[in-house]
């Protein structure tokens, strides 16, 4: 091949990569401008969709979680239970235990009634009075709130037998007090226990005529003159008579 021709193609190929090298037109330049343009605001339209999606599946997933009873989402398939969810039953209340005393109203002994419980057959009143220090005694001589007292069933098994409250101070909530029994002569008032022996007395008939003996802890009552004894010749049988 001769030198001329060599120099003619690559003066020829020079011409071509000069004409490719070469700046486009504004018109193309505007045009590849506008199509990336509009690659990036699609782009961005498609992110902002997928970003929604994403954050609403995260708070629905959230609100599940936290909501009580929220329900899982069933799996594709899965048959619904037919069988409700088992719950515990409840618990039934004990019944209440409370002394048998249908007796005591056929001889005309007061329950449930504001009443004084006097000495029988004495000739004078000695009514039993809650005095200082929550001392028991029949030092009453008259009605008022220290000799108001009222006869309830106890709240144990057996016949014939109550609790003693003085009505004065059982008016606020709470187990209140009752006359309790001790080994001295006179009594005491106390806080309710139910179910205490020291609380609880054996009301004893003593004939048909509403007189009655009163058997505690440590023994029937006995009183002489007005007063509790653990000696013998004291009077045991006493009455009630309504407090009105």
Same mark, same amino acid.
Request: proline share 8%; with cysteine.
């Given at each position: 091949?001769?030198?001329?021709?060599?120099?003619?193609?690559?003066? +020829?190929?020079?011409?071509? *990569?000069?004409?490719? &090298?070469?700046? =486009?037109?504004?018109?193309?330049? %505007?045009? $590849? #401008?506008?199509?990336?343009?509009?690659?990036?605001?699609?782009? +961005?339209?498609?992110?902002? *969709?997928?970003?929604? &999606?994403?954050? =609403?599946?995260?708070?629905?997933? %959230?609100? $599940? #979680?936290?909501?009580?009873?929220?329900?899982?989402?069933?799996?594709?398939?899965?048959?619904?239970?037919?069988?409700?969810?088992?719950?515990?039953?409840?618990?039934?209340?004990?019944?209440?235990?409370?002394?048998?005393?249908?007796?005591?109203?056929?001889?005309?002994?007061?329950?449930?009634?504001?009443?004084?419980?006097?000495?029988?057959?004495?000739?004078?009143?000695?009514?039993?009075?809650?005095?200082?220090?929550?001392?028991?005694?029949?030092?009453?001589?008259?009605?008022?709130?220290?000799?108001?007292?009222?006869?309830?069933?106890?709240?144990?098994?057996?016949?014939?037998?109550?609790?003693?409250?003085?009505?004065?101070?059982?008016?606020?909530?709470?187990?209140?007090?009752?006359?309790?029994?001790?080994?001295?002569?006179?009594?005491?008032?106390?806080?309710?226990?139910?179910?205490?022996?020291?609380?609880?007395?054996?009301?004893?008939?003593?004939?048909?005529?509403?007189?009655?003996?009163?058997?505690?802890?440590?023994?029937?009552?006995?009183?002489?003159?007005?007063?509790?004894?653990?000696?013998?010749?004291?009077?045991?049988?006493?009455?009630?008579?309504?407090?009105?």
């Amino acid at each position: 091949m001769s030198d001329d021709r060599i120099r003619e193609g690559l003066r +020829a190929y020079a011409d071509q *990569v000069q004409r490719g &090298a070469a700046p =486009a037109p504004a018109r193309e330049v %505007r045009h $590849r #401008a506008a199509r990336r343009r509009q690659r990036r605001a699609a782009g +961005a339209a498609f992110a902002a *969709v997928l970003l929604a &999606a994403i954050g =609403a599946s995260t708070v629905l997933g %959230r609100w $599940r #979680a936290e909501t009580p009873g929220a329900p899982a989402p069933a799996s594709s398939g899965a048959a619904p239970s037919s069988t409700p969810p088992s719950r515990s039953a409840s618990p039934l209340p004990s019944p209440t235990v409370v002394a048998d005393v249908s007796k005591l109203a056929q001889i005309s002994i007061d329950l449930r009634a504001d009443v004084l419980i006097d000495v029988a057959d004495d000739g004078v009143d000695r009514f039993l009075e809650v005095g200082a220090n929550g001392v028991v005694d029949f030092t009453g001589t008259a009605k008022g709130e220290s000799t108001m007292m009222a006869l309830y069933p106890a709240p144990v098994a057996g016949q014939n037998l109550v609790v003693i409250k003085p009505r004065f101070w059982n008016q606020e909530a709470g187990p209140g007090h009752c006359v309790a029994d001790t080994a001295g002569a006179a009594l005491t008032l106390a806080v309710c226990v139910p179910g205490d022996p020291a609380q609880t007395w054996r009301v004893v008939p003593a004939g048909d005529s509403g007189q009655f003996e009163l058997a505690g802890r440590y023994g029937i009552l006995q009183v002489l003159d007005g007063l509790i004894t653990t000696g013998d010749g004291g009077r045991t049988g006493l009455q009630t008579l309504p407090f009105s």
